[in-house]
Antibody, heavy 120, light 103 residues
Framework: QVQLQESGPGLVKPSETLSLTCTVS??????????WSWIRQPPGKGLERIGY???????NYNPSLKSRVTISGDTSRNRFSLKLTSVSAADTAVYFC????????????WGQGTLVTVSS | EIVLTQSPVTLSLSPGEGATLSCRAS??????LAWYQQIPGQAPRLLIY???DRATGIPARFSGSGSGTDFTLTISSLESEDFAVYYC?????FGPGTKVDIK
């Protein structure tokens, strides 16, 4: 059974960088046709895909966030990370990590989510 | 960029009734569409992928259909645990969701 767990600060100041890590167990970020992804959900709102990391090193980002996002993998620790720069209150959300598969990037395993609040 | 529209916004039904949820894409997505269920406070759960394939462990009362621009998620007989928000998704884009609540 694949399990994902997000970790990182729950509070980030405006203009600073949000950093989160997703640790994977029961599966490997360094093999298979899976897209290790970040998705967020502002309080009371819908879902927004942020981007993914593929074990080849390839990445793909939502165009609306591309200039501020970096997603990277750490295969030695079987985890992947998200960095979002120059955050504002609009980046306050629950951040989920998830595993995607297939041509449609279907997300079959998810972390529980972590709330990140941007506030001074 | 493809836009997904879901209808209705809210569906009020009783346990045992059937539910029909719609997702429309702004242009053809062939069969590349997934459906998720989200209970408040929880992560979304994949129900259907590639328009009509049930994900592992999903009960048979959930079914998906459609291709091109029009898709449907059908719940044949609502159980108490099915009252939730349902999202459709195509690659980068999620629909705004349909809330199924208890009448």
């Amino acid at each position: 059974q694949v399990q994902l767990q997000e970790s990182g600060p729950g509070l980030v100041k405006p203009s600073e960088t949000l950093s989160l890590t997703c640790t994977v167990s029961g599966g490997s970020v360094s093999s298979g046709n899976y897209y290790w992804s970040w998705i967020r959900q502002p309080p009371g709102k819908g879902l927004e895909r942020i981007g993914y990391f593929y074990h080849s090193g390839a990445t793909n980002y939502n165009p609306s966030l591309k200039s501020r996002v970096t997603i990277s993998g750490d295969t030695s620790r079987n985890r992947f990370s998200l960095k979002l720069t120059s955050v504002s209150a609009a980046d306050t959300a629950v951040y989920f990590c998830a595993r995607g598969f297939g041509s449609n990037l279907n997300f079959d395993y998810w972390g529980q989510g972590t709330l990140v609040t941007v506030s001074s | 960029e493809i836009v997904l529209t879901q209808s209705p916004v809210t569906l009020s039904l009783s346990p045992g009734e059937g539910a029909t949820l719609s997702c429309r894409a702004s242009e053809s997505v062939r069969s590349y569409l997934a459906w998720y269920q989200q209970i408040p406070g929880q992560a979304p759960r994949l129900l259907i992928y590639d328009a009509s394939d049930r994900a592992t462990g999903i009960p048979a009362r959930f079914s998906g259909s459609g291709s091109g621009t029009d898709f449907t998620l059908t719940i044949s007989s609502l159980e108490s645990e099915d009252f939730a928000v349902y999202y459709c998704q195509h690659r980068n884009t999620f629909g705004p969701g349909t809330k199924v609540d208890i009448k």
